[in-house]
């Protein structure tokens, strides 16, 4: 337990760093311990159910001298190496979490965010840093970022690199945090289209048996030969609203330690990744999980007509979009690059209303040419759902005169 004055110490640091955008909570590199959940507050929901990410990098999905990403991206459809370089390039990364932690700050009135990042070298976790302290001071003050090890069952060596480098690492959260009652973790490919912090009501919606909030995922509808789902239609992990405390009640103590026990890594299941098994092991057990909806984690698969069409997306706006298997790299849906491109390219210094006119125009623009060679080009009130929070934050603004 902290001390008094230590944790007056701690108030006063972020009280001043709320106010000055002085970022002395920099954590580079060290766990520093502290009780931050006596701080939690509505405003900034993440010092007491932190924003959990994961990030590696692999030496193999390098690239190759005289490679570049536009020439890996283009023969990702067609070469296994390819989207294997695609999937695990550091490049494609780096600016996926670029773009995920600008979203974050931009749709978001918290004036902190916790955010545990696991990896498995310090050199990755110094890059994001990096990163952020690239960021305007007045949002580079709101990040507070730490560095966790990643945690795999030493039995399993394996999974560190089943599929890609630590896709299975989020299974193991439970084991990798400690001392984490819940957490909200994302994949990196996510970028936020509203306020991040509203996510953390999910938790209220946990009855007492349910231990994770999930997605839909609309891939299994297509699947051949058809493999075990969760849910309605299956359930994507890229977004988990998740009680940890409840997780250690499982056998083995975590939903992927559970899901080893109950002996689903077996390879007749040929699962494709983490996210196979864990549907697989939820397949019996609804009591577990809740079914959220699409605008928590919206994929390119949920446009889909055979998909259940997302209501509350067109009234309240997607909130996260998910851009699953190099969604925001390879030509699958036009709207998706075009969204990316916008808010991987914009600065936090730009005014929102020139970013909003910059993604309907663009949007615009493919329904104007008719272009139906992606899959949201039908979904009835897309564009209305992707812009519906940043078309309320503009109209929140001072005009301009």
């Known amino acids: 337990m902290m001390s008094r004055w230590s944790r007056i110490a701690l108030i006063v640091i972020i009280v001043l760093q709320s106010l000055f955008c002085v970022h002395f909570l920099h954590l580079k590199g060290r766990n520093t311990r502290y009780n931050l959940s006596k701080l939690g507050s509505k405003e900034s929901p993440s010092l007491f159910a932190p924003l959990v990410i994961t990030m590696c990098e692999s030496s193999d999905a390098a690239l190759e001298e005289g490679e570049n990403m536009t020439d890996i991206i283009s023969k990702a459809d067609n070469s296994s190496d390819a989207a294997f370089k695609l999937r695990g390039s550091w490049i494609r990364q780096r600016d996926q979490v ?56 030493p039995a399993h060596p394996e999974l560190r690199d089943d599929w890609r480098p630590c896709a299975w690492a989020k299974q193991f959260l439970a084991e990798a945090l400690p001392d984490e009652d819940a957490v909200v973790y994302v994949d990196t490919d996510v970028v936020f289209l509203g306020p991040a912090e509203t996510m953390w009501s999910l938790f209220g919606s946990l009855d007492p048996q349910e231990l994770i909030a999930l997605s839909v995922e609309p891939q299994y509808l297509f699947d051949e030969p058809k493999r075990f789902h ?11 609203v998740t009680n940890l405390t409840r997780q250690r009640q499982l056998p083995g103590g975590s939903l992927g330690s559970a899901m080893i026990q109950a002996g689903l890594l077996n390879t007749r299941y040929l699962y494709r990744h983490d996210q196979d098994a864990l549907n697989h092991y939820l397949k019996k057990k609804p009591h577990l999980f809740l079914e959220i909806s699409p605008r928590w984690n919206f994929i390119v698969g949920a446009c889909n007509r055979k998909a259940p069409y997302c209501e509350d997306c067109v009234t309240y706006g997607i909130v996260v979009l998910h851009g699953a298997d190099a969604t925001f790299y390879r030509p699958i849906d036009r709207k998706f690059l075009a969204i990316y491109d916008s808010l991987l390219h914009m600065s936090l210094d730009e005014d929102p209303r020139r970013l909003l006119a910059k993604i309907k125009r663009k949007l615009e623009a493919l329904d104007y040419l008719s272009v ?7 979904y009835a009130l897309f564009n209305h759902a992707v812009t519906a929070s940043l078309s309320r934050l503009t109209s929140s603004l001072p005009c301009n005169h």
């Open 98 to 153: 670029t773009t995920l932690l600008k979203t974050l700050l931009l749709f978001s009135k918290s004036p902190l965010w916790r955010i545990i990042v696991l990896t498995d070298n310090h050199n990755t976790f110094d890059k994001i840093v990096k990163i952020a302290d690239g960021f305007p001071s007045r949002e580079r003050g709101r990040l507070l970022l730490e560095r966790r090890d990643q945690w795999y069952p």
């Open 230 to 240: 969760a849910g309605s239609i299956g359930l994507n992990t890229g977004v988990m």
């Open 372 to 378: 139906k060679d992606f899959i949201c080009h039908s």
